[in-house]
């Protein structure tokens, strides 16, 4: 069974407009970490944010913003008035306690158009 | 500081022939993975070092594929008699401590078998 799942493969929205990435996890463990990862058209993998389990509070910077729901085992990624630049393959990814790898999601490929 | 670099940017060699690609960490990461990216794929874990540790070589497609990292630092993927199907971009990323890091990622090699 795939540990991460983003159901969406592509995503294209107009400028300025709100996009949401959605990302779900599967994990047994009680302490685990999440992540998103932006992959540009360069290719090189930028991260973006690391979360732990025990922090449910939502994060905020600049335009991007994640909502992390262990009710629904969900690390969504939100972003506010999207920019052409934001086109990219967005990873999601699953590290655990217990363990040695990362659990890559398959990607979100996000274009804004202009 | 310097981030993770890997040599060459890009390969190419013929079916059969066997290639090394490398990766300098982030100086003072103790863990370094290699990750396998095929073309609009997401990425495929291929080995993880852990300070002197064993490696954890579960995601090695083949016994063609080997990688070493002998004092902790540089590492090596050497793939032997090369096949076209392992065209792809190879991908190596360090972390601080262990697989509950952030991974940050080098540019990766692009490795093409005609």
């Known amino acids: 069974a795939q540990k991460v799942t983003q159901a969406q493969t592509e995503i294209s929205v107009v400028e300025k407009e709100d996009v949401t990435l959605d990302c779900v996890y599967e994990?047994?463990?009680?302490?685990?970490?999440l992540f998103w990862y932006k992959q540009p058209p360069s290719g090189e993998l930028v991260f973006l944010i690391r979360?732990?389990?025990?922090?449910?509070q939502n994060e905020i910077s600049g335009r991007y913003s994640w909502n992390f729901q262990k009710s629904t085992s969900s690390f969504n990624f939100t972003i506010t008035a999207s920019q052409v630049v934001d086109s990219a393959v967005y990873f999601c990814a699953l590290s655990e306690e217990t363990g040695n790898q990362f659990y890559f999601g398959t990607g979100t490929s996000l274009t804004v158009i202009p | 500081g310097a981030g993770v670099s890997q040599s060459p940017s890009n390969k190419v060699t013929e079916k059969g022939k066997d290639v090394e690609l490398r990766c300098d960490p982030i100086?003072?990461?103790?863990?370094l993975y290699w990750y396998r990216q095929s073309l609009g794929q997401g990425l495929e874990f291929l080995i993880y070092f852990q300070g002197n540790s064993a490696p954890d070589k579960s995601g090695l497609p083949s016994d063609r594929f080997f990688a070493e990292r002998p004092e902790g630092s540089v590492s090596t993927l050497k793939i032997q008699r090369t096949e076209r199907g392992d065209s792809a971009v190879y991908l190596c990323?360090?972390?601080?401590?262990?697989?509950?890091?952030?991974?940050?990622f080098g540019p990766g090699t692009r490795l093409t078998v005609l």
């Open positions: 979360r732990n389990s025990f922090d449910e």
């Open positions: 990323a360090s972390s601080k401590q262990g697989s509950t890091d952030t991974q940050y």
């Open positions: 994990t047994r463990d009680t302490t685990y970490y």
């Open positions: 100086s003072g990461h103790t863990a």
